[in-house]
C-alpha cells in the first residue's frame, strides 16, 4: 500500500486526514519544511506514521517531527498517545535504546584554556569512559546491586559515590522512574547489562567537548550558566544491551499477544499490548528498569569526565556542572488535553524529545518558571543545540520535540562514500579532533549522513515547540 499524500497546511505544517482508505483513525501532523519533508518521503517514514495512526486506542495525532525518518515499525522522530485506560502500549514505540538520551555539562573553561590541552583531554576520556560494540564499563554489578540500578537510577550511581547529590536535581524525572520492576527484566536482559554501567556504546552514542558559539535567549541561558566561549561536554547514550534486550523480549510477547486480544495492525512491528493488560504492566515494569539504567549510565560517564577534567585542568568535580539530562526513547503517562479535555495517556516518544514550557510539575524546580531545557545533538562536525519548550508543544506535540539531526543517509552507503581519512581532514580544518574505537565509527557517523540540525531546530523554532537558547560547536569527539 503507498503511503497517502500529505497536504501542506502551513509552511511548516503538513497533514494526512484518516479516511475510510487509509483506515487511519487520527490524523498525520508532520513538522518539516519542504526540503525535511522531501527526505521523509523518500523512505518509509510517512507510510510508517500513517500505519501507527491505525492502531487501536491512539488519540490526538500521529506526529513526525523535523528530524522523523523511517525506523522499526515506529518512525524515528515519531510521537503518538493512547488511551491510558483503553489504548495500547508498544515496544517499537520505543525502541531498543531505551532512554537513548543526552546530558550537558558546562564548565568553568573557555576555548582559549582549552586548545593547548585538547588533544590530552580527549585521550583521557578516550581512555577512561569504555566505548564500542560490546564494551564494558569500568564498573562491576553484582545481581543485586543491578537491581539497585534498575530501582534507584541516578541516586545509586549518587549514593555510590558516582556524582552530586544536586545532579538528580536536573534529570528527566529526577533521573528514577517509580515503577520499575526488575522482576520482569529476563535473564539474558540481566546478563548484557550488568557490565556495561559507564560505557558509552556505538553507533551515533557520543562525547563532544563542545564551545557554545551562539546565545540566542539571554535571559534562558544565564539560568543554565552558558555563555559564549565557553566549554561544554555533551554525551548521548542509552541503555546499551540492556534496553535492547529488554525490547526484543517484549517485541516477542507482543507479536505472542496479538490474537490473545483480538488486535489487528497493519505491520507486525508495532506489536502492542492494552496498556492496562499484565503483558503491559510487565513491559512498563521492564521498560522503566531500562530508563533508570540508563540514567545511571550517563552518571558513571559523567562521574568519569569530572575525573578527567580534574587531572587535564585541575577542576573540582562541581566545576563541571549538569545543566541538564534528557531523554529520548521512552513512554510515560501523562496528562495531556485532547479534544479540549484532559485525559490520561500513554505518550510514545521514539526519537523524540519533552519539550515541557513552564509551571508543569515535571520541569524541575530550578527551571519551573522557566521551561525544560531540551537538548538536541547534531552530528560530528556540526552544531548542537540548546532549547526551551514553549507552550506550543502542548497543543500540536503532546509535549515534545525534535530529538536531533535525524538521518539520511545509511550507514552501509556512508562506508560506500567516504573513508576515514577524509571525514578526519574535513573536521580537523574545523578544528575538531575525534578519536574514535573503529573506522566505521567515523565514517557511519559522517556529517553528511544527517540531516541539517540548524534546518530541523528552526522548524521547531518557529511553530513555537522549543525555541533556540544556545548554539554549541565540537571541538573534540570520542566515538565508539
Known amino acids: 500500500m ?3 499524500t500529505p497536504k501542506k497546511v502551513g509552511e511548516m505544517e503538513h497533514v494526512i486526514e484518516p479516511t475510510r482508505e487509509n483506515g487511519m483513525n487520527v490524523p498525520v ?4 519544511d519542504d526540503e525535511l519533508l522531501s527526505k521523509m518521503l523518500r523512505d518509509r517514514t510517512i507510510q510508517q506514521a500513517a500505519n501507527v495512526a491505525t492502531m487501536p486506542g491512539i488519540v490526538g ?7 522523523g525518518h523511517e525506523g522499526y515499525g515506529f518512525p524515528v522522530g515519531g510521537v503518538a498517545a493512547m488511551d491510558a485506560d483503553d489504548g495500547m502500549i508498544s515496544p517499537g514505540g520505543v525502541g531498543y535504546d531505551i532512554n537513548c538520551g543526552v546530558r550537558l555539562l558546562r564548565t568553568g573553561i573557555t576555548e582559549k584554556a582549552l586548545r593547548p590541552k585538547l588533544k590530552e583531554i580527549v585521550l583521557d576520556l578516550f581512555n577512561s569512559i569504555p566505548s564500542g560494540v560490546g564494551s564494558k564499563g569500568a ?13 534507584n537510577g541516578v541516586r545509586w550511581s549518587v549514593d ?4 552530586m547529590s544536586g545532579d538528580t536535581d536536573v534529570c528527566e524525572e529526577s533521573g528514577r522512574m517509580p515503577g520499575a520492576d526488575p522482576g520482569k527484566v529476563s535473564a539474558k536482559a540481566r546478563k548484557r547489562g550488568t557490565p556495561q554501567l559507564g560505557s558509552l556504546g556505538s553507533g551515533n552514542h557520543f562525547l563532544e567537548i563542545q564551545r557554545v558559539a551562539e546565545i540566542h535567549d539571554e535571559e534562558a541561558a544565564r539560568r543554565m550558566g552558558l555563555e559564549v566561549g565557553q566549554i561544554t561536554v555533551l554525551t548521548h547514550c542509552g541503555s546499551r544491551g540492556f534496553g535492547h534486550q529488554i525490547c526484543s523480549d517484549y517485541l516477542r510477547v507482543s507479536e505472542s499477544a496479538l490474537s490473545k486480544y483480538g488486535i489487528s495492525l497493519r505491520d507486525r512491528e508495532l506489536a502492542c499490548v492494552p496498556n492496562e493488560s499484565d503483558e503491559g ?8 528498569a531500562a530508563l533508570n539504567f540508563a540514567w545511571s549510565n550517563r552518571q558513571m560517564i559523567t562521574n568519569w569526565t569530572r575525573k578527567s577534567f580534574g587531572r587535564i585542568f585541575g577542576t573540582d568535580a562541581d566545576e563541571l556542572s549538569l545543566v541538564y539530562d534528557v531523554s529520548h526513547n521512552i513512554a510515560k503517562v501523562e496528562e495531556h488535553k485532547v ?13 523524540a524529545t519533552r519539550a515541557f514550557p513552564a509551571h508543569r510539575d515535571e520541569v524541575p524546580s530550578k527551571y519551573r518558571d522557566l521551561g525544560q531545557p531540551v537538548l538536541v545533538p547534531g552530528s560530528m562536525g556540526t552544531a548542537s543545540w540548546v532549547l526551551l519548550g514553549q507552550p506550543g508543544s502542548m497543543d500540536v506535540t503532546f509535549g515534545s520535540t525534535a530529538h536531533g539531526a535525524g538521518r539520511t543517509m545509511s550507514r552501509s552507503r556512508a562506508r560506500r562514500e567516504f573513508t576515514e581519512a577524509q571525514i578526519k581532514s574535513e573536521l580537523k580544518g574545523k578544528g575538531v579532533f575525534v578519536k574514535s574505537m573503529t573506522h ?25 515547540i522549543a525555541t533556540r537558547v544556545a548554539k554549541l560547536v565540537p571541538v573534540g569527539v570520542i566515538k565508539g
Open 2 to 4: 503507498s503511503a497517502p
Open 29 to 32: 501532523r508532520i513538522l518539516a
Open 61 to 67: 495525532s500521529c506526529v513526525v517531527l523535523p528530524d
Open 139 to 151: 564498573t562491576r554489578l553484582s545481581a543485586d546491586e543491578l537491581d539497585e540500578v534498575m530501582v
Open 160 to 163: 555510590n559515590g558516582y556524582g
Open 281 to 288: 504492566a510487565a513491559y512498563r515494569g521492564a521498560m522503566f
Open 339 to 351: 479534544d479540549g479535555e484532559s485525559r490520561r495517556v500513554v505518550v510514545h516518544r521514539k526519537g
Open 440 to 464: 566505521e565509527g567515523v565514517v557511519e557517523e559522517a556529517p553528511q549522513a544527517y540531516k541539517d540540525v540548524d534546518r530541523v531546530v528552526n522548524v521547531s523554532h518557529e511553530l513555537g
